[in-house]
C-alpha cells in the first residue's frame, strides 16, 4: 500500500488525458477514414469499388445508374476509395454519423 501513495499524488495534479467532447472539437489526424462520399461524375461506372467492398456496401441504382454507400453498413476500410482508377470516391475526415432516419444512411 505505501507505493501506490507516490503514484496516486503525481496523477492527482496532472493535466487530464480526455477532452470534453462535444464541447471541444478535435481534427482528426492525417489519413484518417471518416465517411466515403462519390462524386457521380467523375465516376465511369467500372464498378470495382462494388467488387473491393468486403461488406457489400456499395449497390448501383437500377435507373440511374449512380452507385451509393449504405453508411450503416460501410466499415470505412477504404478500399473503394483505393480501388476507384477516377478517384470518384473519396474519403473524408467526417465521423459524427448518426441518425434516427434509415434513409439518411445511404450516401448518394
Known amino acids: 500500500m505505501p ?41 465511369i461506372q467500372c464498378w470495382l469499388c462494388i467488387q473491393a467492398c468486403p461488406v457489400r456496401a456499395i449497390s448501383v441504382n437500377k435507373e440511374t445508374k449512380k452507385p451509393s454507400i449504405w453508411l450503416g453498413r460501410c466499415v470505412f476500410c477504404g478500399e473503394c476509395a483505393e480501388v476507384c482508377p477516377t478517384r470518384a470516391i473519396t474519403m473524408t475526415k467526417e465521423f459524427e454519423l448518426t441518425t434516427y432516419d434509415i434513409q439518411q444512411a445511404k450516401s448518394e
Open 3 to 43: 507505493r501506490i501513495l507516490p503514484q496516486v499524488l503525481r496523477n492527482l495534479f496532472r493535466k487530464p488525458a480526455t477532452v470534453k467532447y462535444p464541447y471541444v472539437r478535435v481534427e482528426p489526424p492525417d489519413g484518417y477514414r471518416g465517411r466515403p462520399v462519390i462524386d457521380v461524375e467523375k465516376c
